[in-house]
């Protein structure tokens, strides 16, 4: 039976920190990961009128997403935001904007309720914000961005947060990744939801959860360090550096042996925590012919 490295909790051991337990048994995280991914979405619906309920359309995303954000805005949750600050949570940046759907082309541009032979400054400027401005990201781009947002409304509705989101600071970003990484969301997928309430706080101009210097990577690292994910390599390892360490001469047997671990990591395109979890006794050696160099194998 495999054993525990020094320092690594046994299976089935709970630790104990001040905010929380910590249960390390095999599918007890899994346990936890249900019952958020309904619970978002089943203290949602708690959170708004039985009218808005029956109409919702769900998707499915990280957790369950309420689709149709736009009918939220008769929710007392939003109209309290007041009317330019709700239209900032709920617009859609995904649609294609008057110019877009042209032929490439800048068409006729008029602006409504002009009072003098020219357009005021504020109208120009409105007018670059709707039509201009977007363009900065391909629609697919806004789309998938619009996706997430929608996932951030979804959970603050749950969390009855929503007053917290636009702007957001950085402790309530911390709870939002929080709870994706307890739902079990990769890595890549926490950086798109940050991406997609980064590229909110810019569209409308508010200040960035994360806009010190270093704050993304810092807050990046802790969460790939903590998914299992490695850190981004200074150059890739390509099948030189495998043939290099292959032909490695006046190795001992135990050298021999991590080399070759290393190397079926490698080519098996292994997690950094699956090459640690290999056992001795996951591996056998074998001598095809007397004299020849050993090959090891790996147990399923």
């Known amino acids: ?95 294609q904007t008057p110019v877009e759907r042209g ?60 007053g917290s989101i636009l702007p957001m600071t950085q402790t309530t970003l911390k709870a939002i990744t929080q709870e994706l990484m307890m739902i079990g969301c990769a890595t890549g997928t926490i950086r798109n939801v940050w991406s997609a309430i980064e590229d909110r706080h810019r569209r409308y101009g508010y200040p960035l959860p994360l806009g010190m210097q270093g704050d993304f990577s810092r807050m990046s690292r802790a969460v790939a360090s903590v998914q299992g994910q490695p850190s981004r ?10 043939k290099d360490m292959l032909e490695l001469a006046g190795l001992t047997e135990s050298q021999t042996r991590d080399m070759l671990m290393y190397v079926l990591g490698t080519v098996a395109c292994f997690r950094v925590g699956e090459v640690d979890q290999l056992q001795v006794c996951d591996l056998s050696w074998s001598h095809e012919r007397p004299g020849t160099p050993a090959t090891i194998t790996l147990w399923q």
């Open 1 to 95: 039976m495999p054993t525990a490295r020094r320092g690594q909790a046994a299976d089935g051991e709970i630790s104990h920190g001040r905010a929380a337990t910590y249960e390390h048994r095999d599918g007890a995280a899994a346990e936890v990961a249900t019952d958020l991914f309904n619970g978002i979405k089943e203290m949602a619906l708690t959170n708004l009128k039985p009218s808005t309920v029956w109409t919702l359309e769900f998707t499915q995303h990280a957790f369950q997403t309420i689709s149709n954000v736009g009918i939220l805005a008769a929710e007392a949750q939003f109209s309290r935001l007041g009317e330019a600050r709700m239209h900032h949570v709920l617009d859609d940046i995904s649609q």
């Open 103 to 162: 032929d490439g082309h800048l068409p006729a541009v008029r602006a409504k309720g002009k009072t003098g032979r020219l357009s005021s400054s504020r109208q120009l400027t409105d007018i670059s914000d709707e039509c201009v401005m977007p363009a900065h990201l391909a629609v697919g781009t806004r789309e998938g961005y619009q996706s997430f947002w929608k996932s951030v409304i979804t959970w603050a509705i749950a969390h009855d947060e929503v």
């Open 233 to 242: 390599l200074i150059f890739f390892i390509g099948t030189h550096h495998v």
